[in-house]
């Protein structure tokens, strides 16, 4: 079982160049989400999505877009990245819609901005 | 605003071993609280999920607790082994209508042969 897949694992920024990191989910999970996980500073919510068409923020969504076309795709965008947003990012899923209940991590994407 | 502390940040104990790992939280209207695994450079692993009405939750050499009212959970591994060394996370869901987890900072296990 695939699980959540992000790609890529590993990318380096220059400030001002955009990218997206890719989500995909097999587990037909409507919950979705976007962490940045900073030493210090724990796991922190981006945005979320909990259907097909249905994004919110998190704690910390400046500079950052999502999109759900696909109950499967959650990509996070890079409008124009900064050294701020060198982080550990994680996508996460869940198979609750009403709450969040067991949530399932992908590998992590690890960002450099330089 | 709810808050997710784990104390201590380190923790290293001799192989065979039990041992309990703690997470407090500050506001006890909790929808549910997880218990997560993360081993260096990877992603996190749901280990146990306690449901607001539920007092402990077993799975194997695992057992987590929750006691809203103190406001405190904890994840006891009995027996533990070297490859129980990891970092291990705590995460509460609040009673709102948000879909938001909050999480602890980690401890960071070590267990030694």
């Known amino acids: 079982n695939a699980g959540v897949t992000q790609t890529p694992k590993f990318q380096v920024l220059k400030t001002g160049q955009s990218m997206t990191l890719q989500c995909a989910q097999d587990?037909?999970?409507?919950?979705m989400s976007w962490y940045r996980q900073d030493p210090g500073m724990g796991l922190r919510l981006i945005h979320y999505?909990?259907?097909?068409?249905?994004?919110d923020q998190g704690e910390v969504p400046n500079g950052y877009n999502v999109s759900r076309s696909t109950t499967e795709d959650f990509p996070l965008r890079l409008l124009s990245a900064a050294p701020s947003q060198t982080s550990v990012y994680f996508c996460?899923?869940?198979?609750?819609?009403?709450?969040?209940?067991?949530?399932?991590f992908g590998e992590g994407s690890r960002l450099t901005v330089l | 605003k709810q808050e997710v502390t784990q104390i201590p940040a380190a923790l290293s104990v001799p192989e065979g071993e039990n041992l309990v790992l703690n997470c407090s939280f500050t506001?006890?209207?909790?929808?549910?609280l997880q218990w997560f695994r993360q081993d260096p450079g990877k992603g996190l692993t749901s280990l146990l999920l306690i449901q607001s009405s539920q007092r402990e939750q077993t799975s194997g050499r695992l057992n987590a607790s929750l006691d809203k009212s103190s406001g405190r959970s904890t994840l006891y591994i009995a027996a533990s082994q070297p490859g129980d060394s990891a970092t291990y996370l705590c995460a509460s869901k609040g009673m709102d209508s948000s879909y938001k987890l909050i999480f602890g900072s980690g401890t960071r296990l070590l267990v030694r042969p």
């Open positions: 506001d006890s209207a909790i929808y549910n």
């Open positions: 999505s909990v259907g097909a068409g249905i994004t």
């Open positions: 996460a899923s869940s198979y609750q819609r009403e709450s969040i209940g067991e949530l399932f």
């Open positions: 587990m037909n999970h409507e919950y």
